[in-house]
């Protein structure tokens, strides 16, 4: 009877933790990263080279770089291969 009751409570809790999740996700909560628009794009444009757009920005990480490159391939095509 004991043991029903805790498998219980444990359902009854998962199932809030769920739903609150769920909310949160839905909601954008959690969401840190840039936002998509174009002030983002312009500044973030500006700092790659134009003569060489595939270089690694000062100060940039190349993974990471490499990585920014990879969500953009119709633009970084010719970087990526």
Known sequence: MNSEKII???LIFALIGA???????????FSFGLQNNPENFQKLSS???????????????PVQ????????????AKCLT
Do not use: R
């Open 47 to 61: 700092q790659q080279d134009p003569d060489d757009i595939c270089a690694v920005p000062a100060g940039a990480d």
């Open 8 to 10: 219980v409570a444990m």
């Open 65 to 76: 770089w490499k990585e920014h490159l990879g969500h953009h391939p119709d633009i970084y």
């Open 19 to 29: 739903g609150l999740l769920a909310v949160f996700s839905f909601t954008g909560f």
